[in-house]
């Protein structure tokens, strides 16, 4: 068997490559993961990337896969692609536009899968994003349910609608008191 | 759809420490508790595919991708080797993305202010679609090391940066490609921050007289090897 290539840091000078900014426009699917032809609930995820004294993470990139509305992955349908990438900015925030996943299988809640990248991460790192509008689905979810009761938050998108669109924020916090649940995925 | 049958857990002891103090930055971005395990699910055993919508032919000539008004300068070369899993099969029409540094050791990226030119003809960024064998292909120039204010006098060896797909989203790697015979490997703590010394080699592309190019290019053989194996077609 060969063995693992080893993972090594994105860098700092990634995004001209593989975020919309610097590549050809429509060609990888950037922060849009769903557009109006999708069906679905449009959703906002607005997310930020903080460091362990919880300044901003300019130069990181944030991946989601997930399913469509009724649950199924790897469906492309006209207007979803089920992927998406987004940079952070100064500020450390990012954005994706796409539609509220169904549930995978029965007793699971919906959820995004989500891969994070930055300068000084030797490794990415996996987390999920949950949907707090989801209180039910969520108690009973296996993957929420195996993580110690006071992280399960870390792994919660707060629902703050703006703009007359179903919004969520998420952050993940690389280290500290409320460090996001990263998975051995 | 697509996924992946059987799937360890990502083989630590090829991976690098998450928090190795001589590489600075990963002082304050390391995660510091334990990950917490996960058995796979259809969210981690499934990925995003990408077509040929996404990438075209040109897309990994990078002596050619940003052309100008001339000719991109640097020493070419050609970048090849296959995408394999565990179980040694190739994994089939995959995703790869490179970016790297000019000849003068300087990235086309608005953040890279070392003080060396800029190559109008030259982004320094590409992607290919690996073929039946697993194989991929990129025509580009030798990066030149660049200084990085880790340490006094810190330079990065030569390196060209991969991001590798696979057939499920657990599988994604992004690693970088360092060239042989580099006096600076072993400076490096980025290099080195996988501690186990195979592990590490496995990040160095071997000369290749095969892949080498007559009065064109010389040519560097780097095959990458993803955690998982048997991607299997599955009908949904
Ligand atoms: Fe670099």
């Given amino acids: 068997m060969p063995p693992q290539t080893p993972s090594q840091t994105v860098g700092p000078f990634f995004s001209h490559a593989l975020t919309p900014a610097g590549s050809r426009p429509g060609r990888i699917p950037g922060n849009r993961i769903a557009d109006e032809a999708a069906p679905g609930v449009p959703i906002r995820i607005e997310g930020r990337l903080l460091d362990g004294v919880g300044d901003p993470v300019p130069d990181g990139m944030v991946e989601i896969w997930q399913a469509d509305d009724e649950g199924v992955y790897g469906r492309i349908a006209e207007g979803f692609h089920g992927f998406g990438r987004a940079g952070t900015d100064p500020d450390g925030r990012f954005t994706f536009l796409t539609i509220k996943p169904g549930p995978v299988a029965p007793g699971m809640a919906p959820h995004a899968s989500v891969a994070v990248f930055a300068r000084g991460m030797l490794n990415h790192a996996f987390t999920r994003i949950y949907f707090s509008d989801e209180a039910v689905a969520n108690a009973a979810d296996p993957v929420l349910s195996s993580v110690e009761p006071t992280r399960r938050g870390t792994l919660v998108a707060t629902r703050n609608d703006r703009d007359g669109i179903q919004s969520y924020e998420f952050t993940i916090r690389l280290q500290g008191d409320r460090e996001s649940v990263f998975f051995d995925a | ?236």
Avoid: C
């Avoid at chain 2, 857990?9 to 990963?26: E, F, G, M, V």
């Avoid at chain 2, 919508?53 to 001339?70: F, P």
């Fill in chain 2, 1 to 236: 759809m697509r996924a992946v049958e059987r799937l360890a857990t990502r083989d630590w002891s090829s991976h690098p420490t998450q928090h190795y103090p001589r590489y600075r930055s990963t002082e304050l971005r390391a995660y510091k508790r334990r990950l917490v395990p996960l058995q796979p699910s259809l969210s981690e055993l499934t990925g995003p595919v990408f077509g040929h919508v996404a990438v075209d032919a040109s897309d990994s000539d990078l002596t050619r991708n940003a052309v100008r008004s001339g000719e991109v300068l640097g020493e070419r070369i050609i970048v090849s080797g296959r995408v394999l899993d565990e179980g040694g099969r190739p994994v089939r029409e995959t995703l790869v993305e490179v970016w790297q540094a000019n000849s003068a050791g300087r990235y086309a990226h608005q953040a890279d202010n070392h003080d060396a030119p800029l190559d109008p003809n030259f982004t320094g960024t590409g992607r290919a679609l690996t073929d039946s064998e697993g194989r991929y292909r990129f025509t580009t120039i030798r990066p030149g090391a660049y200084p990085w204010r880790n340490h006094h006098n810190a330079w990065r060896p030569a390196h060209i940066h991969f991001s590798v797909f696979g057939t499920a989203f657990v599988q994604r790697l992004v690693t970088q490609m360092y060239f042989p015979g580099d006096p600076l490997l072993t400076l490096d703590p980025i290099f080195n921050s996988t501690s186990d010394l195979d592990a590490r080699n496995r990040l160095v592309a071997k000369f290749s007289p095969d892949l080498t190019e007559p009065e064109l290019a010389l040519g560097f053989e780097f095959d990458i090897v993803l955690r998982g194996q048997a991607a299997t077609p599955m009908e949904s």
